[in-house]
């Protein structure tokens, strides 16, 4: 599996260049770009709740995700996070065991410290994800 050096730690450790990671990084190269943005796709959004339901589970301490505001990316109203594993199950699964692969192979603080400092960079950037 091919993989790119971590921009976040400075090219110290690498990462698996799998579908769940270029959606992710895709997804915030598109928010990043002012006035150009195009919406999400739905399944990148998916993929993205899928990444950090484990914050929504309680896993690491000063972080807490809140799926149904991301979802709101997908439809305006919210949907529960079980219409967005049935929907986008796929994209959600795919994800979801990408981040057990890593908790597993980094420890659940790797995890914890990449999505502080991937998706918690700037307050408000990251809808339902709060840090403290």
Known sequence: ???APCPISGGLFRIPLTLGVISVLALLLV???KGRAKPPKPEDVAGIIG???RVHDGACP??????VAMSRMIDPRGMTLDAIKRRYRKDFDESYAEVGSRIAGEGLPAYCDLVRTF???NPGETPGLVVR
């Open 51 to 53: 990444f950090l339901l």
């Open 62 to 67: 000063g972080l807490t995700f809140d799926p």
């Open 119 to 121: 998706f918690g960079r």
């Open 1 to 3: 599996m091919p993989t």
């Open 31 to 33: 928010q990043g770009e």
